[in-house]
């Protein structure tokens, strides 16, 4: 069992920057990768940005690239998500999620936190 605890979230202005952390805690022995994934009013869960654990290499949505920068640290089994040059467009609830090497995809999610971005 996994559980994945997000933080920094808030209210902003377009512009602006914001970093989300996302704590791993429990059977985190083997994580794979890690990810950021946002959902917006009437809209579905999309992908944002990934790292995986060993090596780091990262992929991010067309959407962000340029602008986010996701990264971690191992020691603390924490993922961050450096937003800069935030938009209204950005607004959205933020997911972290984990896939071990026991899984076939993101198999635990975080409970999210709310980015606002006003205009």
């Known amino acids: 069992q996994v559980q994945l605890v997000e933080s920094g979230g808030g209210l902003v202005q377009a512009g602006d920057s914001l970093r989300l952390s996302c704590a791993a805690s429990g059977r985190t022995f083997n994580i794979y990768r890690m990810g950021w994934f946002r959902q917006a009013p009437g809209k579905e869960r999309e992908f944002v940005a990934q790292?995986?654990?060993?090596?780091?290499?990262?992929s991010y949505a067309d959407s962000v690239k340029g602008r986010f920068t996701i990264s971690r640290e191992n020691a603390k089994n924490t993922v961050y998500l450096q937003m800069n040059s935030l938009k209204p467009e950005d607004t959205a609830v933020y997911y972290c999620?984990?896939?071990?090497?026991?899984?076939?995809?993101?198999?635990?999610w975080g409970q999210g936190t709310q980015v606002t971005v006003s205009s």
């Open positions: 999620a984990l896939e071990t090497f026991l899984d076939s995809s993101f198999a635990s």
């Open positions: 790292i995986k654990w060993t090596g780091g290499t990262t």
